[in-house]
């Protein structure tokens, strides 16, 4: 019953796209998707930049120089505050 109920879920969604309301649709959600998917991003951003605590982004991205330089260089661009010195 569940794998029929799957298939039969299956088939209709793919036939969603041989229609013009099909088009419709999957253009909507492409379209709201990619500004979910931008949303998410900048949340993410400012977590990381502005929310997540000093000691967990040294543990996180002070281990090496390269991990130091681009945490550095992500979040410098939006916060006058440097949480790694970058060690030459």
């Known amino acids: 019953m ?4 799957v298939a039969g879920i299956g088939m209709l969604t793919c036939a969603c796209g041989l229609t013009p309301q099909g088009d419709v649709i999957r253009a909507a959600v492409s379209e709201k998707g990619a500004l979910a998917m931008d949303e998410g991003l900048t949340n993410a951003e400012w977590f990381l930049c502005q929310a997540a605590s000093v ?16 945490y550095t ?7 006058t505050m440097t949480v790694l010195e970058l060690s030459e």
């Open 55 to 70: 000691g967990s982004v040294k543990r996180r991205y002070g281990s090496s120089p390269e991990r130091s330089k681009a």
């Open 73 to 79: 260089d992500l979040c410098n661009a939006t916060s």
């Open 2 to 5: 569940r794998k029929a109920l």
